[in-house]
């Protein structure tokens, strides 16, 4: 078994997903949606899930020094759906999406796969970053509770849900709540009763966005 | 910043945990505990929290194909701590805690840290791999909610609470479980307030066991 079996569960899944990982990015932001998404390919969904950089970087060292490996290198235009986790921003860390704000890279290679991928999900303050690539702008959304205000001051019509669904946009707010944030996306793509099934499997309740009611 | 400077985060830590990791863990049994515990160092606990092999092994793969590197090599005595994680045991799984228990290495190395170490903690199916080394007998436990009957079955007093804390062993349900059974030990060592703030900072809702009311 290796990741790239898992990581390409079908020949020709029907959906692709990328999660962006760098240094400094919250290892549960990251390892709860990718879960969760692997487990829906192992029940039958037609998906593939991988966790992707920047550039080439076998290694990934996270906000909490759990030490990750890379799937492949991000290239605009891949995947269906991009997930951008969190990760130090509150605190400013000098690795995580503060850091990635700053240094630009990571914002401009969104905004050029932004036109050609179906969604974007931000978890916890993944959003900050996609809001700072001008991605977000005056829509609904959401992050981790520390940066609500930051959120609102970038422009966004910012939320308390713990996810918010604006069409090709899904927001969440912190860590844990990117496990429902990523089991809506199973919901939304390959049925309510498959999304509860992996939930079920995981021992998680889930929380669907209000606008799902 | 090196894994190394976050998994010693002070240099003489009050507490040590070991997470024990190998081929096969379900990677949010390893994940949720593992940075629940090193939040926790963050906000003042003098703890290491580490990833341990049973041998050397710089990288393991999970259940879901997620990669990730490892601290140290397991030594009998050297945590007060054993956190167990489980994965791939319902479905016997060809690398995972089954496979692990029918090995038989994992469980010989922790019968000989049992005398020595102060909690033992099983995640999920971890706690199958701690009754197969014959460390639970008729004692109070918990594992995921697949694999009850068989742990009732090794002679275990199986409670279906998410956390079960029967002393020096606790043990927990199903994947996400682990988060709580890690702020539980938290709480125990460190006060209910640094749990909670750890839990608000994770947006995750607490569930302590029912003993603990």
């Known amino acids: 078994m290796t990741s790239a079996s898992l990581a390409d569960h079908s020949p020709t899944p029907r959906l692709s997903i990328d999660v962006v990982i760098y240094d400094g990015v919250d290892e549960l932001d990251v390892v709860g949606p990718l879960e969760v998404f692997r487990r829906a390919a192992g029940r039958g969904a037609s998906l593939r899930a991988a966790l992707v950089t920047r550039t080439p970087q076998p290694t990934v060292l996270g906000a909490h020094g759990i030490g990750m490996l890379a799937d492949a290198v991000f290239e ?77 001051a970038t422009g966004a019509t910012v939320l308390t849900d713990r996810v918010v669904d604006d069409g090709d946009l899904v927001t969440c707010g912190g860590v844990t709540s990117g496990i429902d944030l990523a089991l809506w996306l199973v919901e939304r793509e390959f049925g309510g009763s498959l999304a509860d099934d992996v939930a079920a499997g995981m021992a998680h309740t889930r929380t669907r966005p209000t606008t799902a009611d």
């Open 76 to 152: 605009p235009g891949r995947a269906d759906v991009v997930v951008v986790p969190g990760g130090g921003w509150a605190a400013r860390a000098a690795t995580g999406a503060w850091a990635q704000a700053r240094q630009g890279d990571w914002p401009a290679l969104l905004r050029a796969a932004a036109s050609t991928t179906g969604l974007l999900a931000g978890v916890c303050t993944g959003t900050m970053l996609l809001a700072r690539a001008g991605l977000i702008g005056t829509r609904r959304a959401t992050t981790h509770h520390a940066v609500l205000t930051e959120l609102a």
